[in-house]
């Protein structure tokens, strides 16, 4: 067992070795990427997502039993990004609808950015391995043929494998590491749409139905009401708000 774990560490040491210069750089992007990958998957996995059905339900539970402060002390227990949408919508209960919705907007616009917030750098980097492995192709391939001319013939075969075996390793490298972090930027990218649109799902439906929201004053029930009409109306279907 010890003795394929060091075959399989010198197979694969002379891989990076015969690859060229360019493997290095490839392993750095790479790592680069990775460390990228996963802190975004710890922010987006821990501390921004959140049951977002369960978390309504309780927060209606909460609404609908007039304890407002209640809503907003279980908004306030999380990082997530949904709670702290509906936690600034939620103090401005008792004001009217366009400072709800100023308040919701105020906060979308706070929210979002932290969720995207390096992804993009995911996609170029995905790109960079595949150019950077192509890059090693060309080098390995000028090396192979600028050779031939300048020593013994006996020696071409060896000098032309060498540099196609740079080829194919710099190129083998670039594609498996681009494709490992596209897979993960589009994983990352839905699990950021979702965070995102989470607010949404609870209250999108396309059925028609009849609700009856009650409350003392200040309980919450306009906010309630007034993203399930921006949701209606973005659904083309007409509301009566009053």
């Known amino acids: 067992m010890e003795g394929t774990s060091i075959s399989l560490i010198n197979q694969l040491a002379g891989f990076i070795q015969g690859g060229g210069v360019f493997m290095g750089v490839i392993l750095v992007v790479w790592g680069i ?60 209960a008792n004001q009217g609808t366009e400072q709800i919705q100023n308040a919701l907007d105020a906060t979308a616009l706070e929210v979002v950015p932290k969720v995207e917030l ?77 965070i995102i649109n989470e607010i949404d799902v609870d209250l999108k439906s396309e059925f028609k139905m009849f609700r009856l929201l009650q409350g003392d004053v200040g309980s919450g029930k306009t906010i309630i009401a007034f993203i399930a009409a921006l949701n209606t109306i973005n659904s083309k279907w007409q509301v009566a708000f009053m």
């Not at 978390?55 to 709670?83: H, K």
């Not at 790109?127 to 950077?132: A, C, E, K, P, S």
């Open 33 to 92: 990427g990775m460390a990228i990958a996963l802190e975004r998957f710890r922010k987006l996995s821990r501390t921004y997502d959140v049951d977002g059905p369960s978390f309504m339900n309780e927060i209606e539970r909460y609404v609908l039993s007039n304890d407002l402060q209640g809503a907003i002390r279980v908004c306030s227990g999380t990082a997530a990004s949904l709670p702290k949408v509906l936690k600034n919508g939620l103090k401005r």
């Open 118 to 194: 390096r992804l993009g750098y995911l996609s170029l980097i995905a790109n960079i391995l595949t150019l950077f492995g192509l890059l090693g192709t060309i080098q390995g391939l000028m090396n192979s043929f600028a050779a031939l001319d300048s020593i013994d013939p006996a020696q071409k075969a060896e000098f032309l494998s060498k540099g196609i075996a740079t080829a194919m390793n710099t190129t083998f490298l670039g594609l498996i590491t681009a494709i490992s972090i596209m897979v993960i930027h589009a994983f990352l990218t839905s699990k950021s749409e979702k």
